[in-house]
């Protein structure tokens, strides 16, 4: 028997409506190269009305992809709300990524307009005689269009001036294409994922609950995570709809910039990848900010040291919310909150499951299974691929049947290539990405654990450990290590492996340890394994 009930489609105009409705007076904030912009969410809304138009001036239809090639500010919030809206499709692309994979990724979602920012021009005019599809570019910022070779080229403010501040947004199937976002590659090819508004819509709700990210009108957001990284984790999407203050940081990164802007703005919540969080760690301690505002720092996208955790608890009394998710899955997959009953544990337990990356946001199914498939324990010891379901989880890359073809198994689940365990309550905890994983001798060596244990030593800042191969044992861990900066000459690898030796296996044993002075990094910030693997692809480890 079907329910009674009226037929409403899931789609982002009723988000960016309520806003309207009821939080016209809140602000959005931003740092931009020309100082920082404040509007309220009353002049945003109807900056994105100017700019629907715009878009159908420019010859935008539905369907149409429509790319975006920015930092995180008000313009590019605005772009994230009008393109979906008149039924057009928000292609977020990765600023960082190599001219190659630009090339590609923008003749493979066969974008029309490109909206760039002044700073960012020239990244492109590297790519722009090779861009098949691309008719036209608009420059954001305030200031007059930079010279570039850029063609046909428009100015953003000059195009919403003019441009009337009316408009009526269509109703759209809730299965319309709302986003694109490409994985930044870290594992291959960028492989494009195509969102619904019916996915969005209800990955914004979901995260704003607050058994996940526990987001609300009082938040103060501050999504350090860039906007071309999986929607800045759907934060535009769920402060917006809850009516939380924003602040963006614009290209300002730096440890300092995020802490002046945490402190002038009482930002609540500020999310983004570990290795920014570490930067700013120690930038709190040798500073003297007032970050009392705070009250949560969502952390994902790579594990969250332990050490990270403590430490910021400790130091600063701020909570780590430890997430995992993937561009994938919208992205958010699980969070670590600890259960009303567990904050009687003992602080030790507390952090332990802290450090996991969480419980199944309500909407993900999630299961860990073994290479033919069948379904493995919550035990919190037995190792599998983790595996997915649900309303915000890709069903088929974007024209890319190659890669679909081995991302989901025969009943329908996502595969991940992550592979973790979950413990008996419910608490999944990743211990390598398939790819990542040291196999010595036929046994598994997870690379994030021994990481994790040595980003906890007090003299080191970052390690990222990987395979090198051994003669022996096919493979073996090697930790690269950046020393902080005090203890740079006075950090030793038998000091690193004696910390070590009484938290693992012997066999787990780094057989060897070098220090560098960087880790490289991936378009979003991660440590790139990729990259340190090829580094150290000749790398003798010594014997015995
Ligand atoms: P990319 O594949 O380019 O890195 P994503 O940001 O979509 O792009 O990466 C998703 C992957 O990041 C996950 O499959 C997982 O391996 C890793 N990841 C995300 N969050 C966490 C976390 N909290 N802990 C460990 N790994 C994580």
Same mark, same amino acid.
């Given at each position: 028997?079907?329910?009674?009930?009226?037929?409403?489609?899931?789609?982002?105009?009723?988000?960016?409506?309520?806003?309207?409705?009821?939080?016209?007076?809140?602000?959005?904030?931003?740092?931009?190269?020309?100082?920082?912009?404040?509007?309220?969410?009353? *002049?945003?809304?109807?900056?994105?009305?100017?700019?629907?138009?715009?878009?159908?001036?420019?010859?935008?239809?539905?369907?149409?992809?429509?790319?975006?090639?920015?930092?995180?500010?008000?313009?590019?919030?605005?772009?994230?709300?009008?393109?979906?809206?008149?039924?057009?499709?928000?292609?977020?692309?990765?600023?960082?990524?190599?001219?190659?994979?630009? %090339?590609?990724?923008?003749?493979?979602?066969?974008?029309?307009?490109?909206?760039?920012?002044?700073?960012?021009?020239? /990244?492109?005019?590297?790519?722009?005689?090779?861009?098949?599809?691309?008719?036209?570019?608009?420059?954001?910022?305030?200031?007059?269009?930079?010279?570039?070779?850029? !063609?046909?080229?428009?100015?953003?403010?000059?195009?919403? !001036?003019?441009?009337?501040? *009316?408009?009526?947004?269509?109703?759209?199937?809730?299965?319309?294409?709302?986003?694109?976002?490409?994985?930044?590659?870290?594992?291959?090819?960028?492989?494009?994922?195509?969102?619904?508004?019916?996915?969005?819509?209800?990955?914004?709700?979901?995260?704003?609950?607050?058994?996940?990210?526990?987001?609300?009108?009082?938040?103060?957001?501050?999504? %350090?995570? +860039?906007?071309?990284?999986?929607?800045?984790?759907?934060?535009?999407?769920?402060?917006?709809?809850?009516?939380?203050?924003?602040?963006?940081?614009?290209?300002? /990164?730096? =440890?300092?910039?995020?802490?002046?802007?945490?402190?002038?703005?009482?930002?609540?919540?500020?999310?983004?990848?570990?290795?920014?969080?570490?930067?700013?760690?120690?930038?709190?301690?040798?500073?003297?900010?007032?970050?009392?505002?705070?009250?949560?720092?969502?952390?994902?996208?790579?594990?969250? +040291?332990?050490?990270?955790?403590?430490?910021?608890?400790?130091?600063?009394?701020?909570?780590?919310?430890?997430?995992?998710?993937?561009?994938?899955?919208?992205?958010?997959?699980?969070?670590?909150?600890?259960?009303?009953?567990?904050?009687?544990?003992?602080?030790?337990?507390?952090?332990?499951? $802290?450090?996991?990356?969480?419980?199944?946001?309500?909407?993900?199914? /999630?299961?860990?299974?073994?290479?033919?498939?069948?379904?493995?324990?919550?035990?919190?010891?037995?190792?599998?691929?983790?595996? &997915?379901?649900?309303?915000?989880? @890709?069903?088929?890359?974007?024209?890319?049947?190659?890669?679909?073809? *081995?991302?989901?198994?025969?009943?329908?689940?996502? $595969?991940?290539? *992550?592979?973790?365990?979950?413990?008996?309550?419910?608490?999944?905890?990743?211990?390598?990405?398939?790819?990542?994983?040291?196999?010595?001798?036929?046994?598994?060596?997870?690379?994030?654990?021994?990481?994790?244990?040595?980003?906890?030593?007090?003299? @080191?800042?970052?390690?990222?450990?990987?395979? &090198?191969?051994?003669?022996?044992?096919?493979?073996?861990?090697?930790?690269?290590?950046? =020393?902080?900066?005090?203890?740079?000459?006075?950090?030793?690898?038998?000091?690193?492996?004696?910390?070590? $030796? +009484?938290?693992?296996?012997?066999?787990?044993? +780094?057989?060897?340890?070098?220090?560098?002075?960087?880790?490289?990094?991936?378009?979003?910030?991660?440590?790139?394994?990729?990259?340190?693997?090829? #580094?150290? $692809?000749?790398? #003798? /480890?010594?014997?015995?």
């Amino acid at each position: 028997m079907r329910g009674l009930m009226m037929d409403f489609p899931l789609t982002l105009k009723h988000i960016l409506q309520h806003n309207e409705r009821l939080y016209g007076k809140k602000e959005v904030v931003s740092r931009t190269e020309a100082g920082v912009h404040r509007y309220t969410y009353a *002049d945003f809304q109807k900056r994105v009305r100017k700019l629907a138009n715009v878009l159908q001036r420019l010859g935008v239809k539905r369907g149409d992809r429509v790319a975006t090639f920015a930092w995180n500010h008000y313009q590019h919030l605005e772009l994230y709300f009008a393109v979906p809206c008149i039924g057009a499709v928000l292609h977020t692309v990765n600023i960082r990524l190599f001219p190659d994979q630009l %090339v590609y990724i923008f003749n493979h979602a066969e974008d029309k307009l490109v909206f760039v920012d002044p700073s960012l021009i020239p /990244l492109l005019e590297r790519v722009a005689d090779r861009l098949k599809t691309v008719e036209q570019y608009v420059v954001m910022g305030s200031g007059a269009i930079p010279e570039t070779s850029l !063609a046909p080229v428009l100015a953003y403010e000059e195009l919403m !001036a003019d441009a009337p501040e *009316d408009f009526e947004f269509p109703d759209l199937d809730e299965w319309d294409a709302l986003g694109l976002c490409y994985t930044s590659g870290t594992t291959g090819n960028p492989k494009g994922v195509l969102y619904t508004h019916r996915a969005i819509f209800l990955h914004t709700f979901a995260s704003a609950m607050s058994n996940t990210l526990n987001i609300s009108e009082r938040d103060v957001i501050f999504p %350090v995570v +860039p906007m071309f990284h999986a929607n800045a984790w759907g934060l535009p999407f769920t402060a917006v709809m809850v009516g939380a203050k924003l602040v963006f940081p614009g290209p300002f /990164l730096k =440890p300092q910039d995020m802490a002046q802007m945490i402190q002038d703005e009482r930002v609540t919540v500020a999310a983004g990848v570990p290795t920014l969080w570490i930067g700013l760690y120690h930038a709190l301690k040798g500073g003297s900010y007032d970050i009392s505002s705070l009250r949560a720092l969502i952390v994902g996208g790579s594990a969250a +040291p332990r050490a990270l955790i403590e430490g910021f608890e400790k130091d600063f009394g701020v909570p780590i919310a430890h997430a995992w998710g993937m561009t994938e899955l919208s992205p958010l997959g699980t969070v670590a909150n600890l259960k009303s009953y567990m904050e009687e544990w003992p602080e030790e337990e507390r952090y332990r499951v $802290r450090a996991k990356q969480g419980m199944p946001v309500a909407g993900i199914e /999630l299961r860990i299974a073994d290479e033919q498939g069948n379904p493995l324990p919550w035990d919190g010891k037995t190792m599998g691929e983790v595996q &997915v379901r649900g309303p915000w989880v @890709v069903s088929a890359y974007y024209n890319d049947p190659e890669a679909s073809k *081995d991302a989901f198994t025969p009943d329908g689940w996502f $595969r991940t290539g *992550d592979v973790a365990t979950v413990d008996p309550e419910g608490y999944m905890e990743i211990t390598d990405r398939t790819k990542d994983l040291i196999k010595s001798g036929g046994e598994w060596i997870s690379s994030v654990q021994l990481e994790n244990l040595l980003m906890a030593h007090p003299k @080191v800042m970052e390690a990222a450990v990987i395979a &090198v191969y051994h003669e022996k044992w096919q493979e073996r861990p090697l930790a690269v290590v950046v =020393p902080v900066p005090e203890h740079k000459d006075d950090i030793t690898k038998e000091e690193l492996i004696e910390f070590l $030796r +009484p938290q693992v296996a012997s066999w787990w044993l +780094p057989d060897d340890v070098v220090f560098v002075e960087e880790i490289p990094k991936t378009s979003v910030g991660k440590f790139d394994k990729k990259v340190l693997r090829e #580094q150290f $692809r000749d790398y #003798q /480890l010594p014997t015995e």
